[in-house]
Nanobody, 124 residues
Framework: QVQLVESGGGRVQAGGSLRLSCAAS????????MGWFRQAPGKEREFVAA????????AYADSVKGRFTISRDSAGNTVYLQMNGLKPEDTAVYYC?????????????????WGQGTQVTVSS
C-alpha cells in the first residue's frame, strides 16, 4: 500500500527555520500533484503550499508567501517544505497530501492520499 511519510517537524523559536520532508513508501507519487496542509488546535485543516508533478507550477497560501518554499526532488517522489521566518501562528500539525489527477488544486477534497502529520511548534 502506498503511503506518505512526513518528517522534519520540531520545536523552534520565532524567526527560526525548519525543513519538512514527505517521502513515498511502497509506491510512487512522481506523477501526482502534491500539497502541504496544516491544522492548528481547534481549527480546520488549511492549505499551505502545492506543487505540480514536474515542479512547473506552485501555489502558496497568502499567510506563508515569501517565507515558505515547496519543492520536490528530481525523481519527484520526495516533497519538501522549507519554512523560514517561522511565527507562533505557524504552530500546527503539518500534513503531506497527494492528488493523483495531477490537476492544480488547493482544495483538501481533491487530495486522496495523506500522511500521518508532523508537529511544528513555534515559540515566541
Amino acid at each position: 500500500q502506498v503511503q506518505l511519510v512526513e518528517s522534519g517537524g520540531g520545536r523552534v523559536q520565532a524567526g527560526g527555520s525548519l525543513r519538512l520532508s514527505c517521502a513515498a513508501s511502497g509506491g510512487t507519487f512522481s506523477g501526482h500533484f502534491m500539497g502541504w496542509f496544516r491544522q492548528a488546535p481547534g481549527k480546520e485543516r488549511e492549505f499551505v503550499a502545492a506543487i505540480s508533478s514536474r515542479s512547473t507550477r506552485k501555489a502558496y497560501a497568502d499567510s506563508v508567501k515569501g517565507r515558505f518554499t515547496i519543492s520536490r526532488d528530481s525523481a519527484g517522489n520526495t516533497v519538501y517544505l522549507q519554512m523560514n521566518g517561522l511565527k507562533p501562528e505557524d504552530t500546527a500539525v503539518y500534513y503531506c497530501a497527494a492528488n493523483p489527477r495531477n490537476s492544480y488544486s488547493t482544495t483538501i477534497d481533491d487530495f486522496d492520499y495523506w500522511g500521518q502529520g508532523t508537529q511544528v511548534t513555534v515559540s515566541s
